[in-house]
């Protein structure tokens, strides 16, 4: 097989942990397989610079910045070769410009245009190990740009597409994506396999193992991803397209996020635009609303709630302080101890009983549900924060996903 | 002018020193000057890389070293041009590859091709400042290459040969070549001006601020070079071709180095070849040989002196313990506690009677002369270290150096 492992900033945060990853690298080569890898910097070297920047510039030049953060991906890149090489492995480290990832020119934000990587192919197939440096590419100018966010997992995923691995392994610092957080259910065990819709939807419920964009870059070109630990050499989740497993249990797994507040706006005269005319303002705020609900007009007047993240509360009721005012609506309401809980699952297009079990699910333990949102593989319910623990427990049992041990 | 400015390790150690560097360019372009920029890691930022190194391999592969030691000077130019956008200038960072510095591939030790920086002119038209790494380059397959021991001196030189500067400006922690080590003569003075061919003895007596190797090829191109203080904007020395002002000294300067041993072989057998015998062995093992002094033959036997740097002494006597038995000679002798004092200046040239008048201040001093090399523009003699002082008091004196104040 062909392989592009990653390994984020903790799995080269130190020398030992560099020499523990070399050794994953090694234990894999020894499987037959062909492999490239992509990494981080040294977790901590990105913010020493960052902060060494803030000093010299307020607002220092992006081009800039990416110029000097990229340097922590080179450091730990030819750090881990020097550790292979130390186990008698041929590596060569290859920085963003010469390991072909060419973008656009956004700096801190840009986008992978095309991966050339022939020459790190050669390397694979004679079983020498290209460590190429993630986050990072040039732009057609020659500048040095860097991705952003879930900037090195993407630049995995587009590795492993560009030289046409079979699979790309994260190496991470959890081993798998599990049915529900073991921290409130012990009985949750870890998936085997997940397809990339349901892992979007994890990732967009804030599992922070995936970014939402390597998993949608992954999915448009079939590439499986396998999420597994770099603490130990034992395989983990393997995120691919949908399996046709006719046995596969109704929901996949249960997620929640308590990083929510609920806003309302009540009392809107109700006229054409009045959705836009809420959201314009509170997206140029930059702040992301996620559940949107409208209440059916009542006398000419509605309410309209929403969720946001709860470190934006503060700013979106300012701001729908004055909206209420400008917009001659009643009263702006707001609750910042809400979490959402889903169900999430593949298996449930076909099941159209699953949400009305949830709520069943639920309403036996009195919990009362705030909103609710739905798509076509998820079922998202809006409730008080105190109850997430039991509404996650309940619903990982009544859904048949607690193991036995 | 069109100017290229050279900042070191120590001018670029903080970001307090970032600072003041970028206030020093300031200056220069308030002054009318076009102005790009060559730096040096932060001083400390190379000892960090290279003991990580250490770490991960006992002899790391030169390739991933210069990987690794190259992102020092990408660091620093990036954070310099944020310190020149701070001062309301317009800077951008380029690192070997993207300035055009190409280099054959031996890596640590690479030298320079040519330099490919038709764009950087561009910046320096419009007033904006090119902030280039100094100490690298990549080779024709595009692996990054560091040039060795003043390296960054010769990106410097070689930058302003291709952007046809006008001269470069090397600034440093010292404010200026002198007519001797005003630490031993008070009374010595900064030279103004100073030719390559002199600069280039002096460094190659060890005075530290100029590399031989940036000389030599500033002098190939007579590319003038301008010596000075980072700390202060006052004008140093200006290393350039050769004056031809009439009244200028005999000599220039007295130099002089500690650094030194003297071994002897005592009774060789005196055969055709027995130069190479001595001298190849020392040479393969690294030992640079300076002064040599062959005895006139007596009864078919001859005696051999010569001088090597102090650090290499033991083993050049282990060395020649082994070389005595092998050619039969009588004995080795060696001293480590010599010392070399030259007198330096294009004026001699046509002044056959400095060498005498050297001897004869020496002797005055009752100081005795171990071993003398004349070259065209120096005089050299050993004596022994304790009589440094001493010697190159009397000769500033005695060659009018001495500044009356």
Known sequence: MRVVHKYGGTSVGSLERIRATAKLIQADIA???????????????????????????????????????STGEQVSAALLSMALNHLGITAYSYNGAQAGFRTDSSHARARIKDVQSDHLIHHMQVGEVAVVTGFQG??????????????????????????????????????????TDPRIVPQASKLQYISYEEMLEFASLGAKVLQTRSVGLAMRFDMPIHLRSSFEDISGTIVGGEDTDMERA?????????DEAKVTIKGIPDQPGIAARIFGPVADADINVDVIVQNVSEH?????????????????????????????????????????????????????????????????????????????????????????ELAVRSLHRAFDLDTTI
């Open 300 to 388: 000419g007047y509605t309410d309209i709630t929403f969720t946001v993240p709860r470190h934006d509360y503060t700013a979106t009721m300012h701001l729908l302080q004055d909206l209420c005012v400008a917009m001659n609506a009643e009263k702006v309401k707001g609750d910042d101890t809400v979490a959402k809980v889903s169900i999430i699952g593949v298996g449930m297009r076909s099941h159209t009983g699953v949400a009305l079990k949830m709520f069943d699910v639920l309403s036996h333990e009195n919990i009362n549900i705030q909103m609710i949102t739905t798509s076509e593989i998820k079922v998202t319910v809006v409730l008080d924060e105190k109850y997430v």
């Open 138 to 179: 040039i732009d057609e100018a020659g500048n040095i740009t860097t991705l952003g966010r879930g900037g090195s997992d993407t630049s995995d995923v587009a590795l492993a597409i560009a030289v046409q691995a079979d699979i790309c392994d994260i190496y991470t610092d959890v081993d798998g994506i599990y049915t």
């Open 250 to 258: 109704e929901i996949t797994g249960v997620a929640y996020n308590r």
């Open 31 to 69: 499987r037959g397989n062909e492999v490239a890898v992509v990494v981080s910097a040294m977790s901590g070297d990105t913010n020493r610079l960052m902060s060494m920047a803030q000093e010299m510039h307020a607002v220092p030049s992006a081009r800039e910045m990416d110029a000097l953060l």
